[in-house]
């Protein structure tokens, strides 16, 4: 699922989850595999942890962010901010997944310049990211997993019971607050609308929050 926004718009948390990754891939320029370049390439991805007891265990990733303000020190330290060429960039911390497998990265002295804030607790509603472009298309888009008893066949490193969904099939869009009530296993996305809006400093991309909370 990729929303389409303007660049630097903000992104916001579909469920109360916990920060448990991240991987600051952003990039001046990109190559693609047809040689053409794509500048610029936001590639920051954090991946989080339900804690919501609909959805017990369910991974949520969302990456082409342009910053975050669950990265205290993200374009605020200079080695913590975009490098030249998206293949030289790598300054990830903690649980992170793909397509065919997951695993855990431990803190370095580079992704500590970062100060991630791994274990924060975002709830449903408050602001993750902030939405980056990949040359000129600006977009940020979000992955599932889900836990089952059945077992994943594809994984070939880390939870074997968990599975990518497509969000799209049971993603409730509609606007609304992030206190709304809905129907047990609904996942609902809170748009900006009816009435709802942020805070005007959390629509600012140097949005940061406190470390240490």
């Not at 993200?74 to 997944?97: P, Y």
């Not at 431990?106 to 990211?129: F, K, M, P």
Request: proline share 7%; aromatic share 12%.
């Amino acid at each position: 699922m990729e929303f389409e926004l303007d660049d630097g718009s903000p992104i916001l948390a579909p469920v109360d989850m916990v920060l448990i990754g991240f991987d600051n891939r952003n990039a001046t320029t990109r190559v693609g595999p047809d040689g053409e370049p794509m500048t610029p390439f936001d590639d920051l991805e954090l991946c989080f942890e339900s804690v919501s007891p609909e959805w017990p265990g369910m991974v949520v990733c969302t990456y082409h962010l342009q910053t975050s303000p669950l990265l205290a020190a993200h374009n605020v330290d200079a080695t913590c901010t975009e490098v030249a060429e998206w293949d030289d960039s790598f300054q990830a911390q903690g649980h992170l997944f793909y397509e065919y497998e997951d695993y855990t990265v431990e803190e370095t002295a580079l992704s500590r310049s970062c100060q991630g804030l791994l274990g924060r607790l975002v709830e449903r509603g408050q602001v993750i990211g902030f939405a980056g472009s990949v040359g000129d298309h600006s977009m940020a888009p979000f992955r599932f997993k889900v836990a089952d008893e059945s077992v994943n066949t594809l994984v070939t490193e880390g939870d074997e019971h968990l599975h990518w969904v497509q969000p799209g099939a049971f993603f409730y869009w509609k606007c609304y607050s992030p206190g709304a009530d809905f129907p047990s296993g609904v996942l609902a996305y809170p748009f900006e609308c009816d009435g709802y809006e942020l805070p005007s400093l959390q629509r600012d991309a140097g949005f940061k929050y406190p470390s240490g909370i």
